[in-house]
């Protein structure tokens, strides 16, 4: 299993880059993996581009936030791990800034639910206040925001979304990032006389 998931966490890193959903250095990706000792997380490292991690980059460490392997974790650890602890079922979480989902993330507009992925609960995809990144506080109430959702804007910052595989977390992540490009170019279109 552990070899699994780092090697879906090394190829869904590079597929969010590619797809242009993170740039730079930003973003992080992990998955969970259950073990005779307790679960595992093994995330993406900081200060490294997801573009092309190798499997050795990828930090494995315990449910309490022991590090496992060699090297320093995403500074967003702590917001995976808080998540992962308020929703038992999933194992899989994508965070980026994706460019026009972060555009919303940043004005005062909100992203319609579409269909397309999952049922439709409520008009906007929920969002939460500003938090600096790598804070205890972000931590906190993203998980607690994530508990009955799949995916939420972080306002001022960027996207984050949970999935029963990291495949599905980083899917999800481009089905909003596509459907905000949607809905910002009807925006400016029903913005033209
Ligand atoms: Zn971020």
């Keep these: 299993m552990e070899k699994e998931i780092v090697k879906s966490v090394v190829e869904m890193s590079a597929y969010v880059f590619q797809r242009g959903l993170v740039s730079g250095k930003a973003g992080n990706v992990s ?103 790598g804070s205890e506080d972000l931590a906190q109430n993203a998980a607690e925001a994530l508990r009955n959702e799949d995916v939420i804007i972080l306002k001022n910052h960027g996207v984050i979304a949970t999935g029963s595989t990291v495949k599905e977390a980083a899917t999800l992540v481009e089905f909003v990032e596509e459907i905000a490009k949607t809905q910002f170019v009807t925006h400016v279109l029903n913005s033209i006389e």
């Excluded at 000792?37 to 490292?45: F, L």
């Excluded at 965070?95 to 989902?101: F, G, L, N, V």
């Excluded at 507009?109 to 206040?129: H, N, P, T, V």
């Design 31 to 133: 998955g969970r993996f259950k073990t005779d000792h307790g679960d595992v997380v093994a995330i993406t490292p900081t200060l490294k581009s997801l573009a092309d991690l190798r499997e050795e980059d990828i930090i494995l460490v315990n449910e309490n936030g022991e590090n496992l392997t060699k090297g320093k974790p995403s500074s967003e650890l702590g917001m995976h791990l808080a998540i992962y602890k308020a929703k038992p079922d999933i194992y899989g979480i994508v965070h980026t800034h994706s460019p026009y989902a972060t555009g919303f993330a940043f004005s005062n507009k909100r992203i319609k639910r579409l269909e397309g992925f999952g049922a439709i609960e409520s008009e906007y995809i929920k969002d939460i206040d500003y938090f600096k990144p």
